[in-house]
């Protein structure tokens, strides 16, 4: 997932009821321009999950789609999960298993990335245990969780100079604010409502985010 310049990581809505018309939005949004990574993350504001078999209908509609376009899948919290569906990784938190335990069931291959919320310190101790990706948030207000942390943009610069694992910004991010975290350093932008809410449509969603990632600086 390390690239030079600035990409775009779509999260998924926390709640899909009609799996067909999120497919067709989700289509829509990867033919939108370059998409680095889609995490499947199934789970209200307050923290419930959804069903294994939920997600599973979810996986096995987007995951090929997603994949022929050279878009990488990760399942949030279930390493279980994205091993039995074939993704090609995991997004884990604080509180979830532990890094060490996501990677013996992923496998050395897959991507294991962490939360790390606002502080440096947690990102230095994912990425000294192996992390692809620490990510840091929220850095703003979001309608999809109650984030435990508020980040801060020099989080960022201080991990672009001093660190090479690559940094996630997450947590409100939108068309309009998302250019001081692009030149702040961020490698990957973690957008979900973002994108899926978007008055223009998904597809228009992604092709602005790239246009902003494009003119970095």
């Not at 289509?27 to 078999?53: F, H, M, N």
């Not at 979830?96 to 013996?104: F, N, P």
Request: net charge negative; aromatic share 6%.
């Amino acid at each position: 997932m390390m690239n030079q310049e600035c990409r775009l990581y779509l999260i998924t809505p926390p709640v899909i009821e009609d799996v067909e018309a999120f497919a067709r939005d989700c289509e829509q949004a990867l033919d939108g321009g370059d998409v680095a990574c889609l995490q499947i993350r199934l789970k209200t504001r307050e923290g419930v999950a959804a069903s294994d078999a939920h997600i599973e209908a979810v996986a096995k509609r987007i995951l090929p789609m997603a994949q022929a376009k050279d878009v990488a899948v990760l399942i949030n919290d279930r390493p279980d999960l994205a091993k039995k569906f074939g993704a090609d990784g995991v997004h884990i938190g604080q509180d979830d298993v532990t890094l060490k335990d996501a990677r013996q069931i992923v496998g050395d291959d897959a991507i294991v990335g962490v939360t790390c919320h606002d502080s440096r310190h947690l990102g230095m101790e994912a990425g000294e245990a192996g992390a692809d990706y620490v990510a840091f948030g929220a850095f703003y207000p979001t309608q999809t969780k109650d984030p435990k942390a508020k980040a801060e943009l020099e989080t960022l610069t201080w991990w672009q100079q001093f660190i090479e694992v690559p940094c996630v910004a997450i947590g409100g991010i939108t068309v309009e604010n998302a250019k001081p975290l692009i030149d702040a350093g961020a490698d990957f932008l973690a957008v979900s409502s973002g994108v899926w809410n978007y008055a223009d449509g998904p597809k228009a969603a992604v092709e602005a985010f790239n246009v902003l990632m494009q003119s970095k600086g």
